[in-house]
């Protein structure tokens, strides 16, 4: 099986920055995904990594460490349409590949 | 082009009635999924076909009726649902199912059972 924690809910102001942790148990991990989700809306993605380390795109920037299950997706200068929920990703390899998702951190920016 | 399109976008369908949802992409992905998405949950996997091939059935009620007629096409055909399917149904595509080649996402089917 596997466990995935995310923070429920996190608010942040505009133009700040803003960290949201991931921490996970698994078997047969295969690499980690960030989506973002606006409500009523389909995921759509953001980062991968299968590497420890850093992955930067932009605004958003994805770290893993594979020997502590543990990744954080860091969003820089906030937009008031960063407001939405960031729900981490386990890909597995059960032969076939297995997204399993997290619950999901919504995060709300204010002006 | 990272487009999955999804037809209806809302369904409200009685208990007794039949219908299907579609799920269409031209990206030459190989690898097709349907997920559920209940209110404030994260999406949960319920099919995966890979070249046309069911590979996984996340032991789904027999009510769920997958199809893929073809590459580019994803059928769910719904039969005798129940309020609680209620929920947000989203068809995903990847390059292939094996590996971790990233999923895209269609907009959804917003299912309503009466």
Request: neutral net charge; charged residues 20%; glycine residues 8%.
């Amino acid at each position: 099986g596997q466990n995935i924690d995310q923070p429920t809910e996190m608010t942040a102001t505009e133009g700040a920055i803003v960290q949201i942790n991931c921490t996970y148990q698994t078997s047969g991990f295969n690499g980690l995904f960030w989506y973002q989700q606006h409500a009523g809306e389909a995921p759509t993605f953001l980062s991968y990594n299968v590497l420890d380390g850093l992955e930067e795109k932009g605004r958003f920037s994805s770290f893993l460490s594979r020997s502590k299950g543990y990744s954080y997706l860091l969003l820089k200068e906030l937009q008031m349409k960063d407001s939405a929920s960031y729900l981490c990703a386990l890909s597995r390899d059960t032969g076939f590949q297995k997204l399993v998702f997290g619950t999901g951190t919504r995060l709300l920016v204010s002006p | 082009d990272t487009e999955v399109t999804q037809t209806p976008k809302h369904l409200v369908m009685g208990m007794t009635n039949k219908k299907s949802l579609k799920c269409e992409q031209h990206m030459g992905h190989r690898a097709m999924y349907w997920y559920k998405q209940k209110a404030k949950k994260p999406p949960e996997l319920m099919f995966v076909y890979s070249y046309e091939k069911l590979s996984i059935n996340e032991s789904v009620p027999s009510r769920f009726s997958p199809e893929c007629p073809n590459s580019s096409l994803l059928n769910l055909h719904l039969h005798a649902l129940q309020p609680e399917d209620s929920a947000l149904y989203l068809c995903a595509s990847s390059q292939d199912a094996a590996g971790a080649d990233t999923q895209y996402f269609g907009p959804g089917t917003r299912l309503t059972v009466l």
